[in-house]
């Protein structure tokens, strides 16, 4: 199947400070990426869905000026953390989908652990 | 509203075989998917029902009814290695998945 990769895996950044997630897809064009967070023991949070050479659309209670998405090229989006305090300590999940030709499934990265001291 | 409903938890005994359950309502309806996940894991794709049916595939199964809204996967010869949790997402009208909130497997020698 098709591979989504994430970068980093882990993180750990001081209260303030602003945190980049790079999330590729390795083998495919995807059209459409979604960023999740997972709280422990809870269900994945969708955050916001991006369009390659659109404006991301996030869902609702997301603030869209804290968490930065760019999604310039068919192959990578980023989400930026900005002033990240303990509160935004999470699980990050990217998805990734190749939308041009119907495909409905959703290929996830690994992941990427931000803690917030 | 939209909704998904699955269990919390199930246990199943090594070797036996498990049903997880899953209802949904959804604005529209574009298919349901099962995911697997491992804990600290990213989930990992299961299967994809978007005809009523059984839909079998190795020792995983997952059955659909769209007319009663309402999903299950079977695992059979369970393993050890099949402990973890399962995620049920029924896509919707927007093509957007809706996710449940998991049911963790709990898997018993």
């Known amino acids: 199947g098709a591979v989504v990769s994430q970068h980093p895996s882990r993180v750990i950044c001081k209260s303030g400070t602003s945190v980049k997630i790079e999330c590729r897809s390795l083998d495919f064009q995807a059209t459409t990426m979604f960023w999740y967070r997972q709280f422990p023991k809870k269900s994945l949070m969708l955050m916001a869905t991006s369009n390659e050479g659109s404006k991301a659309t996030y869902e609702q209670g997301v603030e869209k000026d804290k968490f930065l998405i760019n999604h310039a090229s068919l192959t990578l989006s980023t989400l930026t953390v900005t002033s990240a305090h303990p509160e935004d300590s999470s699980f990050y999940i990217c998805?990734?989908?190749?939308?041009?030709?119907?495909?409905?499934?959703?290929?996830f990265g690994p992941g990427t652990r931000l803690t917030v001291l | 509203g939209q909704n998904i409903d699955q269990p919390t938890e199930m246990t199943a005994t090594e070797g036996a075989i498990v049903q997880i359950n899953c209802t949904y309502q959804?604005?529209?309806?574009?298919?349901l998917f099962w995911y697997q996940q491992h804990a600290g894991e990213a989930p990992t794709f299961l299967s994809y029902?978007?005809l009523d049916g059984l839909e079998e595939k190795g020792r995983f199964s997952s059955f659909l009814s769209r007319s009663k809204g309402y999903s299950y996967l079977l695992l059979k010869e369970l393993q050890m290695k099949d402990s973890a949790s399962y995620l049920c997402a029924a896509m919707d009208s927007n093509y957007q998945l809706i996710w449940g909130a998991g049911t963790k497997l709990i898997i018993k020698p």
């Open positions: 959804t604005s529209g309806f574009n298919g």
């Open positions: 998805s990734a989908r190749d939308s041009s030709g119907g495909d409905v499934e959703q290929f």
């Open positions: 029902n978007v």
